[in-house]
């Protein structure tokens, strides 16, 4: 984090990134220093309320966030900046967004937690738009105009007021990662799947809490003793912080999780937590062999949708049809108990090395009914998003010798699944019966 004090004393000039956060009112007018140079500017976690209207001066500025701030309106000048394609203003205030403050080349836009009831019919001009993060406000619909925003690949909408999602929603040739429990449309499923799931009760002074495994926007995992009527057992505890996350509420998660039921592809749920000192919700999980490792990293501000391997990532074919099979065969079952699981990414998959693999994070999910077209046109949104996990794992396989016709196998599915035309992707049983052919 840099400071006021830097900035002021010349000390990052020709700084091409900067994050400064100390309880700023307004802009800091030497920033304007480094107005041919800036290309990530980081002003979240201030007081700040507008920006210069001259803000239009920064040509190099790709990426600003002014999330937890006090912007009422999205400001107007966001759109002079010649190459801004991302815009983060997560938890502000913001109930007006004008058509003028939306850059030609936005890419990201995040506005989560906010109080915005419309969005402007310009939002369809935005070409390049890939990633629209909107949990948390108070939408109703979408305009129509967003049908031309065909590269939009993520959308959040939980948590809003959505009656219904319009029908060329699911239209869209590269929609593949969707979130939007927490809406009137969505409800009465999650309540239905919520009286109908049976998890054993676990009293939160059963549970000892050893070191944290992870963290996430939902919630904290930590490696735990469950003491079940005297005998012990090593377990993964998930406490979530209750508040609103970039996918949606924390409790449609653990509705999902519990939803899910048991599977091999799935990390699993062995308790709810009852009990806890501070009454937050929680879930008991199976303590996942330290052989298992994440298979990718999350997005970067560069990839946007696309997860991040670890350089050099090599796979062989049989390990990646494996895994390509588990996570397949835990998708379909998550599709036939009518759960969208939004979030299908390398980076919510844990493997080993023989190519076992474990699908978790509910965060995104949401209850569809799996029984009328409706539920099939949910379901090719995972399947697309199944085929970018297939793109990443057939560009990490060797495709040579006696096993090319395995590599071939994977990407003639992985082209079937990124067909732009939704209604003829394959049913993820369809994919489990392509991929046990291949074995």
């Known amino acids: 984090m840099d400071t006021l004090e830097q900035l002021r004393s010349g000390a990052l000039a020709g700084a091409t990134r900067v994050a400064i956060s100390c309880g700023l009112e307004s802009f800091?007018?030497?920033?304007?220093?480094?107005?041919?140079?800036?290309?990530?500017?980081?002003?979240?976690g201030n007081r700040l309320s507008s920006l210069p209207d001259d803000f239009g001066r920064f040509t190099q500025l790709r990426i600003l966030f002014c999330s937890f701030n006090n912007f009422t309106r999205l400001p107007d000048v966001l759109g002079q900046c010649p190459?801004?394609?991302?815009?983060?203003?997560?938890?502000?205030?913001?109930?007006?967004?004008?058509a003028s403050s939306l850059p030609r080349n936005l890419r990201w836009l995040i506005l989560t937690g906010n109080c915005i009831a419309s969005l402007p019919d310009q939002l369809g001009q935005c070409e390049?738009?890939?990633?629209?993060?909107?949990?948390?406000?108070?939408?109703?619909?979408?305009?129509?105009?967003?049908?031309?925003c065909e590269?939009?690949?993520?959308?959040?909408l939980s948590a809003n007021r959505f009656e219904a999602l319009p029908g060329w929603l699911l239209r869209l040739p590269r929609l593949s990662w969707l979130g939007f429990s927490g809406n009137p449309c969505s409800d009465a499923r999650e309540r239905s799947?919520?009286?109908?799931?049976?998890?054993?009760?676990?009293?939160?002074?059963?549970?000892?809490?050893?070191?944290?495994?992870?963290?996430?926007?939902s919630g904290v995992i930590h490696r735990a003793i469950w003491r079940d009527g005297g005998a012990a057992r090593d377990v993964a505890v998930k406490v979530f912080k209750g508040a609103l996350t970039s996918d949606g509420l924390p409790h449609s998660e653990m509705v999902a999780w519990l939803a899910a039921g048991t599977h091999t592809g799935l990390i699993g749920v062995l308790g709810r937590i009852v009990g806890h000192p501070d009454n937050?919700?929680?879930?008991?999980?199976?303590?996942?062999?330290?052989?298992?490792?994440?298979?990718?990293?999350?997005?970067?501000?560069?990839?946007?949708?696309?997860?991040?391997?670890?350089?050099?990532?090599?796979?062989?074919?049989?390990?990646?049809?494996?895994?390509?099979?588990?996570?397949?065969?835990?998708?379909?079952?998550?599709?036939?108990?009518?759960?969208?699981?939004?979030?299908?990414?390398?980076?919510?998959?844990l493997h080993n090395l023989l190519g076992d693999a474990l699908l978790g994070d509910f965060g995104a999910a949401t209850f569809c009914d799996p029984d009328n077209g409706q539920g099939q046109r949910f379901e090719s949104l995972d399947v697309r998003a199944f085929g970018c996990l297939l793109e990443e794992l057939v560009d990490r396989v060797e495709p040579h010798g006696a096993v090319a016709s395995t590599h071939s196998a994977l990407?003639?599915?992985?082209?079937?699944?990124?067909?732009?035309?939704p209604s003829a992707r394959p049913s993820f049983l369809d994919i489990c019966a392509s991929l046990a052919a291949g074995s």
């Not at 800091?28 to 979240?44: I, N, R, W």
């Not at 890939?130 to 129509?144: E, I, T, V, W, Y």
């Not at 990407?411 to 035309?421: G, H, N, S, V």
């Open 411 to 421: 990407a003639e599915l992985r082209d079937a699944c990124l067909r732009p035309d």
């Open 128 to 148: 390049a738009l890939q990633k629209l993060m909107l949990a948390g406000n108070r939408l109703s619909a979408l305009p129509d105009s967003m049908q031309a």
């Open 28 to 44: 800091p007018p030497e920033l304007f220093g480094l107005a041919d140079t800036l290309q990530t500017l980081d002003l979240s």
């Open 280 to 349: 937050a919700e929680g879930l008991v999980m199976p303590l996942v062999d330290a052989s298992y490792t994440v298979l990718a990293g999350p997005p970067s501000m560069q990839s946007c949708t696309r997860d991040v391997y670890e350089p050099g990532l090599s796979l062989s074919p049989e390990a990646a049809r494996r895994i390509a099979m588990s996570v397949a065969s835990a998708a379909a079952q998550l599709s036939a108990r009518g759960i969208l699981h939004g979030d299908l990414y390398a980076h919510n998959i």
């Open 151 to 156: 590269r939009l690949e993520l959308l959040r």
């Open 83 to 98: 190459r801004l394609e991302m815009i983060g203003f997560r938890s502000n205030r913001i109930s007006d967004l004008p």
């Open 193 to 217: 799947a919520q009286a109908s799931v049976y998890a054993p009760v676990v009293r939160w002074d059963a549970l000892e809490i050893l070191e944290m495994l992870g963290s996430g926007a």
